[in-house]
């Protein structure tokens, strides 16, 4: 799933240890740590390579070994007080301004324990069984998803980085025999991104590539047929995401599913994810996001997207830990400069490969 742009943390942002999927810029030009945009740098193919290792080994782990072994990883990197560990403090102190740093770290190894989980999920999902997946969520309000199908008129669901929503895409295919659309933008090296795609297209998902300009177009053709069109919808820094007032301050998030709603008809649904205290994934699907009836499109897609930006926030604050930000969200975060004396052009080119949706 996707902002119409996939890449996200949980395709490739670093974790300190985790690889990390910054694109090289459009027309081939340098990747951020200069190599050229044609080739693998060192760091990407032990990326690939980590992936792969994972696919191949943890599948074939027994259940709780597999878990054991993704808190024992979720740990060490918490003790490591990394970058992207010290981020998810950061965004976790937005969402819970009143918690103590004490109350913030047991949240962020919370969170990265809920982290792994995804991982060691989703390695192991193209081996369960339908029965398995269906014991392992428990979604409520489905009615709305139902509903929307049923009226043919094409539904997309918007979700933050809660949880596993790969799982959730599984149980969507598989459960509820629903086929969907998603998007992933072209990780580096190609042979990462063509594992991502040949894992979701195993899993029942089309996979549309946003590179060429075309995504927009079939996924607005899917939903004009009655399709479902999936997509993560929690962080956007391109120059075209809207602005939207994010647990008290502006953050920005991808205009793409209010538009879409807005261009085809279909049902715009927020979906928020969690986990508890048992095996399973609980969920909810929430009520439709209506389109205005008065307005510019401008105007129509910023009440829409707030109105995401409001439903993701109710779910992310009844359960941080399992928000899986990683990186900087929020536009006055995104503004920090680098500290003196860094080169000229430090502060974009981080921005730039931060950039994962």
Same mark, same amino acid.
């Given at each position: @799933? ?12 670093? !974790? ?9 810029? !459009? ?18 193919? +032990? ?14 782990? &027994?259940?709780? %070994? ?5 808190? $024992? ?7 490591? $007080?990394?970058?992207?560990?010290? $981020? ?21 190894? !919370? ?43 094409? %539904?997309?669901?918007?979700? &933050? ?5 790969? +799982? ?58 009655? /399709? ?31 538009? +879409?709603?807005?261009?085809? /008809? ?36 910023? %009440? ?20 899986? @930000? ?22 974009? !080119? ?8």
């Amino acid at each position: @799933m996707s902002t119409l742009k996939d890449g996200t943390s949980k395709d490739g942002t670093p !974790a300190d240890g985790m690889p990390e999927g910054g694109a090289a810029s !459009a027309g081939g030009g340098a990747s951020r740590d200069g190599a050229p945009a044609g080739g693998s740098t060192l760091k990407e193919r +032990l990326s690939d390579g980590l992936y792969g290792a994972g696919w191949a080994t943890v599948k074939k782990l &027994p259940e709780p %070994v597999a878990a054991g072994l993704g808190r $024992r990883i979720a740990d060490l990197t918490w003790k490591r $007080r990394g970058k992207s560990v010290l $981020r998810l403090e950061s965004n976790l102190a937005r969402v819970v301004p009143d918690a103590t740093p004490e109350r913030l770290a047991e949240l962020s190894k !919370a969170g990265m324990r809920s982290y792994m989980r995804y991982w060691m999920e989703s390695f192991r999902l193209p081996t369960w069984s339908k029965e398995r997946v269906e014991r392992g969520i428990d979604i409520q309000d489905i009615h709305h998803l139902q509903e929307g199908l049923a009226a043919g008129r094409g %539904v997309v669901l918007a979700l &933050p980085h809660l949880a596993n929503w790969d +799982l959730a895409g599984v149980w969507v295919t598989r459960c509820l025999g629903v086929p969907f659309t998603t998007v992933a933008e072209r990780l580096k090296p190609e042979t990462l991104y063509d594992r991502f795609v040949a894992y979701r297209e195993s899993l029942g998902m089309e996979v549309v590539p946003h590179t060429g300009g075309s995504a927009f177009g079939t996924l607005a053709r899917r939903l004009r047929a009655g /399709g479902l069109v999936c997509l993560v919808a929690d962080r956007d820094l391109s120059a075209s995401g809207t602005e939207v007032t994010f647990f008290g301050d502006t953050a920005r998030m991808p205009a793409g599913p209010a538009i +879409l709603a807005q261009q085809t /008809g279909a049902r715009l649904l927020p979906v928020t994810l969690w986990y508890d205290e048992t095996p399973v994934m609980r969920g909810r699907i929430h009520a439709p996001i209506d389109v205005p009836e008065s307005g510019t499109r401008a105007e129509k897609t910023s %009440v829409m997207t707030q109105a995401l930006a409001d439903a993701f926030a109710t779910g992310i604050a009844e359960h941080p830990e399992d928000w899986h @930000m990683l990186q900087r969200l929020w536009l006055a975060d995104l503004d920090e400069r680098p500290a003196s004396g860094a080169p000229a052009g430090a502060a974009g !080119a981080e921005r730039g490969g931060e950039r994962a949706e």
